[in-house]
């Protein structure tokens, strides 16, 4: 089994910071794409940032300029680093990763991690 493992929310006023991580846990398995997507309340889940094994990214357009992603190949982690926070990036940040075990793609998602911008 892999399980994703996410940290790093917390609170934070407008124009902070947050620094997000997951790991990923397990073993046979091999991670093609982490994204990181996020869910504020009564709105639907939004792509965030996206990077593949390779290191090619793609970054909302909400967000390009304030957050980059990253992600350690032989740790199994990925990082979300958000500057110049504000207050509509409040949400549920939750992380996600296409990889492949015992030959078959899977796609496996976390439980989230809560960021607040407030003031």
């Known amino acids: 089994q892999v399980q994703l493992v996410e940290s790093g929310g917390g609170l934070v006023q407008p124009g902070g910071s947050l620094r997000l991580s997951c790991a990923a846990s397990?073993?046979?398995?091999?991670?093609?794409?982490w994204g990181w997507y996020r869910q504020a309340p009564g709105k639907a889940r939004e792509l965030v940032a996206v990077?593949?094994?390779?290191?090619?990214?793609n970054i909302a357009g909400s967000v390009t300029g304030r957050f980059t992603i990253s992600r350690d190949n032989a740790a199994n982690t990925v990082y979300l680093q958000m500057n110049s926070l504000k207050p509509e990036d409040t949400a549920a940040y939750l992380c996600?990763?296409?990889?492949?075990?015992?030959?078959?793609?899977?796609?496996?998602w976390g439980q989230g991690t809560q960021g607040t911008v407030s003031s």
């Open positions: 397990g073993s046979g398995f091999s991670i093609d794409t």
């Open positions: 996600n990763v296409v990889l492949v075990m015992r030959g078959y793609p899977r796609t496996v």
């Open positions: 990077i593949t094994r390779g290191g090619s990214t």
